[in-house]
């Protein structure tokens, strides 16, 4: 990529907006140090936020596209400062000068025209469902079931979207969908700092929300479920669909009975873990499984390696040598594993591609907690 906006604004930019952030930086460096992106290639946080707190031109605004915001350095900052909004916030002003790189541009677009990143038209967001059967969400319906945009549009996302779905059923929980109404839940506008499409996607679901009745939701993204909770006005209880199968099995409504015979590593997605603190639910559904073998990942929980696909990462091009899904694949097959796990739709897509690309299908495979599960139950 070239760079795309003139320095000294972003700097500014980043100071107006995030300016008493900034001041309590101290300057050590804890951020780049454990950003992921100095395992593959040079990203200094540290640097930007001195650069823009000195209001000095030069840092390459084309860097401001690498965050994944997967919140390893918000997490490690002794100083609290929250480098993700930094970075938001001068991405908000590319957004308004229209300089935003060239592989977010169509996404972005696709969310204006069609509410959803995939440049599939709205009418399809519900075909997921023909022969699943979830009904729709009626006045009394105690859950909304949420499907993400990649899970309703991504060709590998829809089968687990529908194998979780299933399972749900099964399971008897009270819940139904809206359908082809719903828009995006906006994360990928709110990452990008496109703010006046995130308000619009965001304020468009609030209204449909309200207009139905909806108190909780199923998200079948941690993306979605974050956006949820965090950023909407409604006050709405929205939780995880591992959450849910934990609970399920906790009360004895899913049974896992099958053994699966696999030797099974756990990935941590950045907004199941860091960004909202659920570590445990998808962990205890693994370990429900009889005859699964678990395995611990060198990094894992609050210090899982994300998988590049947050904050419009999966958008962009980045060769296989400097993927992080690449280094993941690595790390599992070095751990004996031949199936990474996860509960996110990025991650599913991030590290499948990873995988393909290194030419590692027949060693390890990408499978979602749901697919595990639906092998034990059925
Ligand atoms: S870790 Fe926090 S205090 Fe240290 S350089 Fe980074 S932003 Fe500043
Ligand atoms: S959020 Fe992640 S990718 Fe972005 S600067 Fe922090 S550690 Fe690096």
Known sequence: MTAVAPMLEITDAILEIGGETIQICMQCGTCSGVCPWNLVRKFSPRLLIRQASLGIEGYESEALWNCVTCRTCVEHC?????????????????????TVPPPFRAPLGSLKSDGNPWQTPREERSAWNQDVGVPELGPDTEHLFYACCTH?????????????????????????????????????AHKCGAYSLHLELSGANDQLFADKGVKKIIATSPHCMNMFNQEYEGNYESVHYTQVFDRLIADGKLKPKKEVALKVAYHDPCYLGRH???????????????GLEYIELPRSRENSLCCG???????????????FGALRVQEALEAGAGV?????????????????????????RVLDVAELLFQSVE
């Open 276 to 290: 909202s603190g659920i570590y445990e639910e998808p962990r205890r559904v693994l370990w429900s499984i009889p």
């Open 152 to 188: 309703c549009y991504d060709g590998r996302n829809k089968k687990v979207l529908r194998t979780m779905a299933r399972l749900l059923l099964k399971g008897e929980v009270d819940m139904g969908i809206i359908g082809n109404e719903e828009s995006c839940c906006a994360d990928q």
């Open 340 to 364: 990474i796990a996860t509960a996110c739709p990025f991650c599913t897509i991030m590290i499948e591609d990873s995988l393909k690309a290194l030419g590692k299908e027949e060693e390890i």
């Open 309 to 323: 696909g947050g904050g419009g990462g999966i958008w962009s091009e980045v060769p296989v040598a400097e993927r």
């Open 78 to 98: 002794p100083r609290g400062v929250d480098i993700i909004d930094v970075i938001r916030s001068a991405r908000s002003l590319m957004q308004e000068s229209g």
